[in-house]
C-alpha cells in the first residue's frame, strides 16, 4: 500500500509505467488455450482406454495353455480355454482401434506444436 503523505512513493506509483496484461493478446490465443487442454485430455483418456484393454487382454491370456486336448475327459478345460479364445477374439478389435486413434491423436498432438512453432517463428500466418 502506497503512503499518502510520502509525495515521492505516491509520485512514484503514479508515474510507473502499467505492466502488460497477462492474459492473451488475441482471440487466436484464446482458441490456442482452450484448445490444447481438450487436445491433451482427448490425448490421454484415448492412451487410458487403450492401457486398460491392454491388461484387460493380459488378465484374460494369461490362463490360456497352449496344449491340445485329445481326450473327452478334458472337456471342461476345452470349454474353459474355448470361452478365453471368444473373450479375447471379442477385445482384439477393440484394442487395435484404441491403438489407431492414440497414433491419430499423436499425429495431431505433434502437428500442432509443429504448426504453432511455425507461428510463432513467423513462418507462417
Known sequence: MVNQKDPVAHRDCILSPRLPHPGPESPSEVRTMTFMPVM???????VLVMA???IYRSNL????????FL??????ERNAQAAIVAK????????????????AMTVVVIAYYVWD??????IIR
Do not use: R
Open 88 to 103: 479375447v477374439g471379442k477385445v482384439e478389435p477393440i484394442l487395435k482401434i484404441a491403438y489407431w486413434l492414440v497414433a
Open 52 to 54: 486398460g484393454l491392454y
Open 40 to 46: 491433451w485430455v482427448v490425448w490421454s483418456l484415448l
Open 117 to 122: 512453432i511455425l507461428v510463432h517463428l513467423n
Open 61 to 68: 491370456t494369461k490362463d490360456e495353455e497352449d496344449q491340445i
Open 71 to 76: 481326450d473327452d475327459s478334458f472337456d471342461h
